[in-house]
């Protein structure tokens, strides 16, 4: 039975790889593991937190050894070392109480938006979905199509899949195994992209051509121009030793399930109707659904970052001042020999020093020195 996967997207591909990775050095297992997958759903869901985190390890390492270092006076070092690291863990905590909840909300509502989001908007977002009208206390309301499991359903009442990554073959012999099982389709040569094979109209249009900004896409051979299909949509596919597609069987958490061997076990052989071309449509809702993800994903950084900056301030002196760590304490007699301020002009970066009497300079006697 083989094993390789078309998974749809990359931790995912990883988390199933990762089950079936046996050798190679550690960098392949650890691009293929499963662990790695998990960080990066965590962290694609998870940004304002991951940022809080980031920020904590230069707060923490970096900016320290670098006040250590450039900073002669080692208790000055000390207070902006303690300010830093105070910095970094205060900013990271607020984030992981007010962000989190906040984070997991929107993440229930991006997994199942059926039952958040009224019809039209699903409608909007996410296109091909099904739309039907149902009556309830006597009037006609629209409902998104959904299965027995909460699925939201195309038209033709398939599972609706919106990952555009496209299904691909590597293997000649797959290949070719592939071309004859599901006629109507093809292997592209190089990409090894699968595209449905586009079909003329009676009035010279086409029905399957990729299309960019409403105009078809073909490729010269020679003195002749050919049609490209639409690529077909990547789902759990997996090939068989006889060149069909099949559903890759999986536990309730949505992770393979493999035999003692390693092996994933398939389930039903996927029909040539129920592959999914990506039409420009699709790709055009999924930016709109992708832009809609990222918006999600900024909203609780954007609502919770003034109060998050001004939480931190606040807190940091009688954090630093709790723990008794204090700035050196320089009186008058220590800074005797600095007789003059140096003023920088943000006007025209020309640095101007004070009088011997105290009375700052002015930076327009620089400009009319020709500063600028």
Known sequence: ?????????????????????????????????????????????????????????????????????????????????????SSGGVGFVWPLIFATPIAVGLKRIAKNPAKYLK???????????????????????????????????RKDGSVYHSSLEPLMLYNEEQQALFRKNYPNHYVESKTNVVRIKPIQREDGGWDHIKTENGVGKFKIKGDKAYPVGNAIQAKNFAVDEEGFLRNIKTDEKGNPIVDKNGNILLGDIIQEKDLVPITEEMEIASKKEQNVHKFINMTPDILLAPIRASLTIAMIPPLLNAFGIHKSNKGAGGNSNNNSINVVSTANNTVVSAGKLGGAASTFNSFKKGGV
């Not at 019809?119 to 959904?146: A, H």
């Open 1 to 85: 039975m083989i094993n390789k996967v078309m998974g749809s997207v990359v931790p995912k591909v990883a988390k199933m790889s990762s089950s079936t990775a046996k050798g190679g050095d550690w960098k392949t297992k650890f691009l293929k593991s499963e662990t790695l997958g998990k960080v990066l759903d965590v962290a694609a869901d998870n940004q304002t937190v991951c940022q809080s985190l980031f920020a904590l390890g230069i707060c923490v390492g970096p900016r320290p050894v670098t006040n250590f270092i450039v900073t002669k006076d080692k208790q000055d070092a000390t207070y902006a070392s303690c300010h830093s690291i």
């Open 119 to 153: 019809p039209e908007t699903v409608e909007k977002l996410y296109s091909g979905v099904g739309i039907k009208e149902v009556e309830k206390d006597g009037k006609k309301v629209k409902e998104v199509m959904v299965n027995e499991a909460g699925q939201m359903l």
